[in-house]
């Protein structure tokens, strides 16, 4: 069993940036591709980006790419997601998630396991 703790959620300006930061309960460098999804209220949860066990590939939605970094700390069983230049649209809560293999994220019900999410809020 894998717990998924996410820190690192507020409010923000736009044109801020925020550094989320998902910690794991234990290794998982050696077993699990990392995500970060986000749901903002009324919608279905989405992808935003995903980083594989080697942090050698990543994958970015269409709607952060040149604004949000994903990376992780495998010695320190942490993701982290650099988010600059939010918008009001960026509003949502924001979910770490593992997954066996990057190709997982595709489907919400194949993640491995999720965190409890941390709120990210973007004032205009």
């Known amino acids: 069993q894998v717990q998924l703790v996410e820190s690192g959620g507020g409010l923000v300006q736009a044109g801020g940036s925020l550094r989320l930061s998902c910690a794991a309960s234990?290794?998982?460098?050696?077993?699990?591709?990392m995500g970060w999804f986000r749901q903002a209220p009324g919608k279905e949860r989405e992808l935003v980006a995903t980083?594989?066990?080697?942090?050698?590939?990543?994958y970015y939605a269409d709607s952060v790419k040149g604004r949000f970094t994903i990376s992780r700390d495998n010695a320190e069983n942490t993701v982290y997601l650099q988010m600059n230049n939010l918008k009001p649209e960026d509003t949502a809560v924001y979910y770490c998630?593992?997954?066996?293999?990057?190709?997982?994220?595709?489907?919400?019900?194949?993640?491995?396991?999720w965190g409890r999410g941390t709120q990210v809020t973007v004032s205009s």
């Open positions: 234990r290794r998982t460098a050696l077993w699990y591709a």
């Open positions: 980083i594989n066990r080697s942090a050698g590939n990543t």
């Open positions: 998630a593992a997954a066996t293999d990057s190709s997982r994220f595709q489907s919400l019900n194949s993640v491995n396991y």
